[in-house]
């Protein structure tokens, strides 16, 4: 479903991300760990083109991303048109929601099948009130986001990428800006999406959902991917000092 290769991303003299190789199987649920500023959150704006890679390849279900830049290194404007499609195979859930504040939370899920795929009114309504229910906030579909906990806000942003129907889901940090009540109904819901096979890489400080949900763990530290496995070789083995001590660290703070 997604086949990076030798991907590199820098900022000015600054490598964020070095030779990048990684390759998800549909259905596959990926998790990143490691340290703040280890190029993790790069790593998926990438795969999205929300970060403009300085070189490689990303190819999502067999179809390459394809991209210009102009002289300051930004998406051309025909890029960007293009890419709006690709997009919309890629759901992205964020740290901080994302949601328009001035609309209600059905307009939020609504809105980019309507303008991207051009749905009618009705057909999103349709997808936006199932998705709802499935995160369990049908009830709020008439509210305005600042009126939702943290966590509603952020089930309703997995509901607004989900309603795209997209082929893969990334989270980025999906839970870290929650307060810890609020936490496990987020993870309720991105457990069942793996559940349900949906293609899922997801960066995440949770351990216990990385041991339990994921297929596969990378840790990345310094814009590279030290160690990958299963979550039982990850977090039970102890072939990886650094990775070992990352854990433990973790566990006691």
Known sequence: MIEIQHLKKDYKE?????????????????TIIGPSGAGKSTLLRCINLLEVPSGGNIVIDSTPIRYKTNKSNMLTIRTRYQ???????????FQHFNLWRHRTVLQNIIDAPMMVQNKS????????????????LFDKKNEMPD?????????IAIARALAMQPKVMLFDEATSALDPETVGDVLKVMTELAHEGMTMVVVT???????QVSDRVLFMEGGVIQAEGTPDEIFKG??????????????LN
């Open 83 to 93: 890419l709006s499609k690709m997009r919309s195979q890629v759901g992205m859930v």
């Open 147 to 155: 009126h939702l906990s943290g966590g509603q806000q952020q089930r």
């Open 121 to 136: 009114y009705s057909e999103a309504v349709e997808i936006a009130e199932s998705l709802m229910k499935k995160v369990g």
């Open 238 to 251: 102890r072939s990886n000092n650094r990775v070992s001590a990352f854990i433990h660290n973790l566990h």
């Open 14 to 30: 600054k490598s964020v991300l070095s030779d990048i190789n990684l390759s998800i199987s549909k259905g596959e649920v990926v």
């Open 205 to 211: 400080h949770e351990m216990r959902f990385a041991e």
